[in-house]
């Protein structure tokens, strides 16, 4: 009878953490709100392999705002006005880049894509699909985890503590007819 309760306390701490655990990696960065004290800028958001983008940040309370990306070489911003940015030739089509900018340590990010192009081969389909660039890829979480969202993760977790509920009854009444 001893070894039904320890059972029945394990598998309740485990329905705990189940449901605790996606809570506590909500904010782990990449699928939270991009929110910062100063405001910035990348125009366009689709460029060519070797366009040129405009920067711009604003709010910054420090006169030099740093603006970096895989696609481009490091960029300042001095004294709240835009500078421009030239895209790497080889960039692959169809690629999201991450351009981050630091005011004074707080950083905030948004996405570059990468437009598509002809490869001059003749065949004249275009090379405009999804590639996996070479450096600057806009990493996350994964399939896995990406996915999921809180009514899921909720649905989930009910499921599951039913589930363990059923069990433990079925168990206890088991033991019960036993005696």
């Known amino acids: 009878m001893r070894s039904i309760r320890v059972a029945s306390v394990a598998l309740l701490s485990t329905a705990a953490f189940a449901l605790a655990a996606p809570m506590a990696s ?6 939270t709100p991009n929110v910062t004290s100063f405001g910035f800028t990348v125009s366009p958001t689709t460029v060519a392999p070797g366009g040129t983008v405009t920067l711009n940040a604003t709010g910054c309370q420090e006169p030099l705002v740093k603006a ?5 070489d490091a960029v300042e911003l001095n004294e709240g006005k ?3 940015a030239k895209v790497d030739a080889d ?14 340590g707080e950083k905030g ?7 598509g192009h002809s490869t001059g ?27 999921l969202n809180t009514p899921e993760i909720a649905a989930g977790s009910a499921l599951l503590a039913g589930a363990l509920g059923g069990g433990v009854f079925l168990m206890r009444r ?3 007819d036993g005696a």
């Open 174 to 176: 088991r033991a019960g």
């Open 68 to 72: 970096s990306s895989g696609i481009f």
């Open 91 to 104: 960039a692959k089509p169809g690629a999201q880049y991450e351009v981050t900018f630091d005011c004074k």
């Open 82 to 84: 835009p500078a421009t």
């Open 109 to 115: 990010t948004t996405t570059l894509t990468v437009a």
């Open 26 to 31: 909500a904010n782990d960065g990449g699928t």
């Open 121 to 147: 081969t003749g065949t004249g389909t275009g090379e405009t699909g999804t590639t996996t660039p070479s450096k600057g890829v806009k990493a996350g979480l994964g399939g896995g985890a990406g996915g």
